[in-house]
Nanobody, 123 residues
Framework: QVQLVESGGGLVQTGGSLRLSCAAS????????MAWFRRAPGKEREFVAA????????TYADSVRGRFTISRDNAVNAVYLQMDSPKPEDTAVYYC????????????????WGQGTQVTVSS
């Protein structure tokens, strides 16, 4: 079973950018659909983006579409979230998530989670 560790979080200003990384263990990484979720202070966890096992299909939450990009590199068992034009409302703990399904992307059904990495956006 894949294990996930996020990194790359920190403090960024609205004019900057940030790239989050998720390092995964396991020999069947390409069999997992990967996703990013986030939890803002005082708010519920929300879906951010997902990518299929082979990287050919992606989906985004409306709030980040056009600003964030999810990608993966199966050669090194990694998933990334490129955050461009971040806004203060993007401030949250960001979590990498996985589910065993290489073909379909979705916003639900993820059962493997990383520990999270804090992203703080200042104006």
């Amino acid at each position: 079973q894949v294990q996930l560790v996020e990194s790359g979080g920190g403090l960024v200003q609205t004019g900057g950018s940030l790239r989050l990384s998720c390092a995964a263990s396991g020999r069947t990484f390409s069999s997992y659909v990967m996703a990013w979720f986030r939890r803002a202070p005082g708010k519920e966890r929300e879906f951010v983006a997902a990518i299929s096992g082979g990287g050919g299909s992606r989906t985004y939450a409306d709030s980040v579409r056009g600003r964030f990009t999810i990608s993966r590199d199966n050669a090194v068992n990694a998933v990334y979230l490129q955050m461009d034009s971040p806004k203060p409302e993007d401030t949250a703990v960001y979590y990498c998530a996985a589910k065993y399904s290489s073909n379909w992307v979705s916003r639900t059904g993820y059962d493997i989670w990383g520990q999270g990495t804090q992203v703080t956006v200042s104006s």
